[in-house]
């Protein structure tokens, strides 16, 4: 090995820290002015990393499944009182639902009404929790050979999550709806006045552009709405609640700070071949 | 010529050197463990950012800038800030500490939190100008506080164990 005198030596130490600093100076300058260069070396460590997130994650799956002998030991009387409760009250909508099932039903053939195309999901399990001091999204793991997911709708058993912006070989990572950068177009109430949801870095979303005429009320149902084209009508998304005088905010139904196993919606995906098989079908070599 | 007690005491010598950069790798993957902490974005920048203070001040060969640099890009890209934001911050603290190293190594260990407080108040301002920079607005100022909170905090909490590595299992002499 060669060896640099000890002047040199010395010199060289002196440098490398003022060097390192200008590196990164430039990578923080490089990154600013291409968006694409950040995003491509995220999506890289994503995928390089998610073997590692998913041996990680493991123990804590263990330790909040009912299945494993450690998370019925923790869980199981306390789920079994819970899921009671939980029970009595489904019951009691059931009954509502089934009503309302008919109705809808009776109301939709008065219409001709045209089902929303039904989309394709996948299920997949919350490997890391990436979120930032002004960030907030989730890395999921999804099967090896799953389509660009890029736009997928995300929800958990009770409403929508948030979105997918980042799609690779093995992870993709869900812009939660309380990021800072989130924008959803929702439709509130029965009437399903517009507004948009704005993510605020806390856990409620605010309400924002909503008409004058038609101002949210507590309680009120936030329903996803259709325009901007990005999310299906009609998902669950929370309930309208005032948290100030003039700061109508949503109480999101998704548990957002203990996400497990998402479900993501590929509503474009579904729409396409939907599209696809109408064209194929109108030009005759359809089945 | 290779004799192999010489290989072994190498190797050795390697490991004791890679276990400051690789330990705080890990305890960033680890860290991101779904539903494991309440904050883990604040608790990786602050966990870094007190490892970074602490190798430099008592060790610095264990930790060279670009071992540091490399850890900034790593935080930035698992934990959604601009791309090279957390290597400027790390460098310019791992810059302030090696300036300040011998005065501060002789002190004790109040005296050294007092001055990693200081940094981290310097560096979450620091960033949160940058950041604001960055997007052209006033971003929410709790997020900051929260994780300089997390950072002074923290470290009592982790000295004991960043003591016992720098002595026993990161010390080259004892190879």
Same mark, same amino acid.
């Given at each position: 090995m060669f060896r640099l005198s000890v002047p040199a030596r010395l010199?060289l130490a002196?440098?490398t820290?003022?060097?390192?600093?200008?590196?990164?100076?430039?990578?923080?300058?490089?990154?600013?002015?291409?968006?694409?260069?950040?995003?491509?070396?995220?999506?890289?460590?994503?995928?390089?990393?998610?073997?590692?997130?998913?041996?990680?994650?493991?123990?804590?799956?263990?330790?909040?499944?009912?299945?494993?002998?450690?998370?019925?030991?923790?869980?199981?009387?306390?789920?079994?009182?819970?899921?009671?409760?939980?029970?009595?009250?489904?019951?009691?909508?059931?009954?509502?639902?089934?009503?309302?099932?008919?109705?809808?039903?009776?109301?939709?053939?008065?219409?001709?009404?045209?089902?929303?195309?039904?989309?394709?999901?996948?299920?997949?399990?919350?490997?890391?929790?990436?979120?930032?001091?002004?960030?907030?999204?989730?890395?999921?793991?999804?099967?090896?050979?799953?389509?660009?997911?890029?736009?997928?709708?995300?929800?958990?058993?009770?409403?929508? $999550? &948030?979105? /997918?912006?980042?799609? =690779?070989?093995?992870?993709?990572? #869900? +812009?939660?709806?309380?990021? *800072?950068?989130?924008?959803?177009?929702?439709?509130?109430?029965?009437?399903?006045?517009?507004?948009?949801?704005?993510?605020?870095?806390?856990?409620?979303?605010?309400?924002?552009?909503?008409?004058?005429?038609?101002?949210?009320?507590?309680?009120?149902?936030?329903?996803?709405?259709?325009?901007?084209?990005?999310?299906?009508?009609?998902?669950? $998304? &929370?309930? /309208?609640?005032?948290? =100030?005088?003039?700061?109508?905010? #949503? +109480?999101?139904?998704?548990? *957002?700070?203990?996400?497990?196993?998402?479900?993501?919606?590929?509503?474009?995906?579904?729409?396409?071949?939907?599209?696809?098989?109408?064209?194929?079908?109108?030009?005759?070599?359809?089945? | 010529m290779i004799t192999w007690p010489s290989l072994w005491r190498d190797l050795d010598r390697a490991a004791r050197h890679a276990l400051p950069g690789c330990s705080i790798a890990l305890v960033?993957?680890?860290?991101?463990?779904?539903?494991?902490?309440?904050?883990?974005?604040?608790?990786?920048?602050?966990?870094?950012?007190?490892s970074v203070?602490f190798w430099t001040l008592y060790r610095p060969a264990a930790l060279p800038a670009p071992v540091v640099l490399i850890l900034?890009?790593?935080?930035?890209?698992?934990?959604?800030?601009?791309?090279?934001?957390?290597?400027?911050?790390?460098?310019?603290?791992q810059?302030?500490?090696l300036?300040?190293r011998?005065?501060?190594a002789?002190?004790?260990?109040?005296?050294?939190?007092?001055?990693?407080?200081?940094?981290?108040?310097?560096?979450?301002?620091?960033?949160?100008?940058?950041?604001?920079?960055?997007?052209?607005?006033?971003?929410?100022?709790?997020?900051?506080?929260?994780?300089?909170?997390?950072?002074?905090?923290?470290?009592?909490?982790?000295?004991p164990l960043l003591i016992r590595a720098h002595r026993g299992a990161a010390a080259p002499e004892h190879a």
């Open positions: 010199v002196r440098l820290l003022p060097v390192m600093l200008l590196l990164a100076l430039g990578l923080m300058i490089a990154g600013r002015a291409n968006g694409r260069l950040t995003a491509a070396l995220r999506l890289g460590l994503d995928d390089a990393l998610t073997p590692a997130f998913r041996v990680m994650s493991r123990p804590m799956i263990s330790l909040t499944r009912d299945d494993t002998a450690l998370g019925a030991w923790v869980g199981m009387h306390r789920q079994i009182l819970a899921l009671r409760a939980e029970n009595a009250r489904l019951r009691r909508w059931q009954s509502v639902a089934l009503a309302l099932a008919a109705q809808n039903q009776a109301l939709k053939s008065a219409l001709h009404f045209v089902p929303t195309p039904t989309p394709e999901f996948f299920t997949a399990r919350v490997i890391a929790d990436n979120g930032g001091l002004y960030a907030r999204s989730v890395l999921v793991s999804v099967p090896s050979g799953a389509p660009n997911l890029i736009d997928a709708i995300a929800m958990d058993g009770r409403g929508v $999550v &948030g979105r /997918v912006v980042q799609s =690779g070989l093995r992870s993709a990572r #869900v +812009l939660l709806i309380n990021d *800072l950068n989130s924008r959803v177009p929702v439709a509130m109430g029965a009437a399903g006045a517009h507004a948009l949801m704005v993510g605020t870095n806390g856990a409620m979303p605010s309400l924002q552009y909503w008409s004058p005429n038609h101002p949210p009320h507590e309680g009120e149902i936030v329903l996803t709405s259709a325009a901007g084209g990005v999310f299906p009508p009609g998902l669950p $998304v &929370g309930v /309208v609640h005032y948290q =100030g005088r003039n700061n109508p905010v #949503v +109480l999101p139904f998704a548990g *957002l700070h203990r996400l497990q196993l998402l479900r993501l919606f590929d509503y474009h995906a579904a729409g396409q071949s939907q599209a696809q098989t109408a064209t194929d079908q109108f030009a005759g070599n359809g089945p | 960033m993957v680890v860290a991101s463990v779904p539903m494991l902490l309440p904050d883990p974005g604040a608790f990786r920048a602050a966990f870094v950012l007190i203070f900034g890009v790593l935080l930035d890209l698992t934990g959604n800030s601009p791309l090279g934001l957390w290597a400027v911050l790390l460098l310019l603290n810059a302030m500490v300036a300040l011998r005065v501060l002789k002190q004790g260990f109040f005296l050294v939190w007092l001055a990693l407080a200081a940094g981290i108040v310097g560096t979450s301002g620091l960033e949160y100008l940058i950041r604001s920079l960055l997007v052209l607005q006033f971003l929410p100022i709790w997020p900051v506080v929260i994780q300089g909170v997390i950072g002074i905090l923290l470290y009592p909490l982790s000295a």
